[in-house]
């Protein structure tokens, strides 16, 4: 499975990039592919391409805020869950994308 993801939170700084860092470890784990772009407080980071986003079986947007640029993920297969769903169980967060369940 080829994930992309977008991790983001309220103050843009710490959860941001630990849910970003357990997500690429968690599909390290599970042997998924993931990319994961990080809007934070530096701005976004780590930007998903229009070729990025069309070879990703998923978008999953773990974020507690509103993601920018959301009109990039039109038409593709979407899943949002919390920055803490995340940080507490990243496996399991990957696991459930992969059947594409919705949040």
Known sequence: MNIV???A???GIAH???AAD???KA???LNMKIKVETQGAMGIEN???AHDIARADLVLFA??????QKERFLGCPQRGVSLEAVLLDP????QAAGGHAPA
């Open 5 to 7: 993801a977008v991790t």
């Open 9 to 11: 939170c309220p103050t």
């Open 16 to 18: 941001t990039y630990m």
């Open 22 to 24: 357990a997500l690429r």
């Open 27 to 29: 599909a390290n784990a």
């Open 47 to 49: 930007i998903l391409t």
């Open 63 to 68: 974020s507690d805020i509103e993601v920018e």
């Open 91 to 94: 496996i399991a967060v990957l």
